[in-house]
């Protein structure tokens, strides 16, 4: 499709009742798609549109929020293939209920609110923990109170030595988000998405420690010891960790240990961390 010419082309035989019909954009890619779509979208003719890379899946779907149809995407690469999957929020992770069996108050330390350029929902976090292996669902502050405004965009995730998981598989130290970085958005059936992060605060709090059982793994987590920090029930209900108390069950991520070299998983090396 080179010009308006093309798409007038297009409309004119949608309207003969075309059942679809696959879109190249060169040099443009944006603009073109969304004067086909805005003049298709109320036609019963299907937008098909070709991509080249993870990134134009993601942008050909999302364009004026309706997207094209389908996307047939050119590509020799299956990690590529899982990368455009991860862009469309179709990755899962399996969350387990694990059980609450120690909480103590550590002291100050430096936490890390990540504030993301996306509104979150409820259900939704990031996997956040002190080992690799055992991440915590830290829910996301949509929930307000009487004392404080929802903060849709943010997750006050933990201390900055704790992990998260990066939409690339690879963990990073919250201490290394930064503004312009991708992190994963989890919901409580662990759907993924990604969301790209708008800034990162770090600043001195009083903290808590917080560790989970499931199965032999055991995991912990150091969160500022606030109300409006919150994990999810397997229920889906959330619950303060100034409210937690043993016994109680939340949902995590949790597998058997694995080695880690700069983020990036070595599954045959051994590794304790405590």
């Given amino acids: 499709m080179l010009s308006n010419k093309d798409i007038e082309n297009i409309l004119t035989l949608a309207k003969k009742g075309l059942d679809f019909v696959i879109v190249e954009v060169k040099d443009w890619k944006i603009i073109p798609l969304e004067n086909i779509i805005a003049k298709l979208h109320k036609i019963n003719t299907k937008i098909f549109a ?12 999302s364009i004026l929020e309706v997207g094209v149809d389908g996307v047939i995407f050119n590509t020799a690469s299956i990690n590529e293939v899982r990368e455009a999957m991860l862009y469309l929020g179709t990755r899962n992770f399996e969350l387990k209920p694990a059980k609450i069996i120690e909480i103590k108050e550590v002291g100050d330390g430096e936490r890390v609110c990540v504030d993301t350029a996306s509104i979150l929902h409820k259900g939704e976090g990031m996997l956040i923990g002190s080992r690799s292996n055992f991440l915590f669902l830290v829910h996301n502050e949509s929930v307000g109170s009487s004392f404080t405004s929802p903060r849709p965009f943010r997750v006050n995730a933990g201390a900055v030595h704790c992990y998260t998981l990066s939409p690339d598989g690879t963990t990073n130290y919250l201490s290394e988000v930064e503004t312009g970085a991708e992190v994963l958005i989890i919901n409580s059936k662990g759907n993924a998405r990604r969301a790209t992060v708008g800034r990162s605060k ?3 709090r009083p903290m808590l420690m917080i560790k989970a059982v499931v199965g032999d793994e055991i995991g912990g987590i150091i969160a500022q010891d606030a109300e409006t920090i919150r994990f999810v029930r397997p229920n889906g209900q959330l619950v303060s960790v100034t409210h937690l108390k043993k016994g109680d069950i939340v949902m995590v991520h949790a597998k058997s240990a694995t080695g880690r070299h700069f983020g990036m998983e070595v599954s045959d090396e051994y ?3 405590k």
């Fill in 271 to 273: 590794i304790l961390e």
């Fill in 202 to 204: 770090i600043e001195r």
């Fill in 50 to 61: 070709i991509a080249n890379t993870p990134e134009e899946v993601r942008k050909m779907f």
